[in-house]
Antibody
Framework: EVQLMESGGGLVQPGRSLRLSCTTSGFIFGDYAMTWFRQAPGKGLEWVGFIRIKPYGATTEYAASVKGRFIISRDDSKSIAYLQMDSLKIEDTAMYYC???????????WGQGTLVTVSS | QTVVTQEPSLTVSPGGTVTLTCASSTGAVTSGHYPNWFQQKPGQAPRALIFSTTTKYSWTPARFSGSLLGGKAALTLSGVQPEDEAEYYCLLYYGGVRVFGGGTKLTVL
């Protein structure tokens, strides 16, 4: 059974950092790109970015709103994707979701999300 | 800054048909934007319904269909059920990055 679980969320002050994890099971992690999404309270979904698989250099793409502050990485040996969030802003407050893809059947499985609150 | 536009809200009667659309500020939406559609109910994670314009996931009910319509991506619900009341989001691909529409709140009344 395919499972994804986000963790690492919490309350953090503006300007500080936080690292989220997306722990997966039930599929060959190294065969899938991994994507992060977020949703601010009461707002719509936002694509944050994704990381390609190792044969494609594990390269990344980011939304303009987080580029230069967020870094996505992966540890294929642990089947975990990470979202390192630096220089956090109040507007980064959101539920953060991970999903597998794009590629193959994209975004078919999602975690339940982890809440990040940026506040002083 | 690319903007993807959806109807903010639509209302449909049970058993009726409704089409939600997804427009791009860069021009016509094509299959090259690989339109994805998602359904989200309150307090839940999004659930994917359609990818690559028209392809359904294994769990997507037959009453949902995706298409390109008049330069937009479209999601049509035929024979709407009360449980289809939800927020619907489209997601478009722009050469590496992806952008969501603002979402359509579908009310079944």
């Amino acid at each position: 059974e395919v499972q994804l679980m986000e963790s690492g969320g919490g309350l953090v002050q503006p300007g500080r950092s936080l690292r989220l994890s997306c722990t997966t099971s039930g599929f060959i992690f190294g065969d899938y790109a991994m994507t992060w999404f977020r949703q601010a309270p009461g707002k719509g979904l936002e694509w944050v970015g994704f990381i390609r698989i190792k044969p494609y250099g594990a390269t990344t793409e980011y939304a303009a709103s987080v580029k230069g502050r967020f870094i996505i990485s992966r540890d294929d040996s642990k089947s975990i994707a990470y979202l390192q969030m630096d220089s956090l802003k109040i507007e980064d407050t959101a539920m953060y979701y991970c999903s597998r893809g794009p590629g193959g059947i994209p975004f078919d499985y999602w975690g339940q999300g982890t809440l990040v609150t940026v506040s002083s | 800054q690319t903007v993807v536009t959806q109807e903010p809200s639509l209302t449909v009667s049970p058993g009726g048909t409704v089409t939600l659309t997804c427009a791009s500020s860069t021009g016509a939406v094509t299959s090259g934007h690989y339109p994805n559609w998602f359904q989200q109910k309150p307090g839940q994670a999004p659930r994917a319904l359609i990818f690559s314009t028209t392809t359904k996931y294994s769990w997507t009910p037959a009453r949902f269909s995706g298409s390109l319509l008049g330069g937009k991506a479209a999601l049509t619900l035929s024979g709407v059920q009360p449980e289809d009341e939800a927020e619907y989001y489209c997601l478009l691909y722009y050469g590496g990055v992806r952008v969501f529409g603002g979402g359509t709140k579908l009310t079944v009344l």
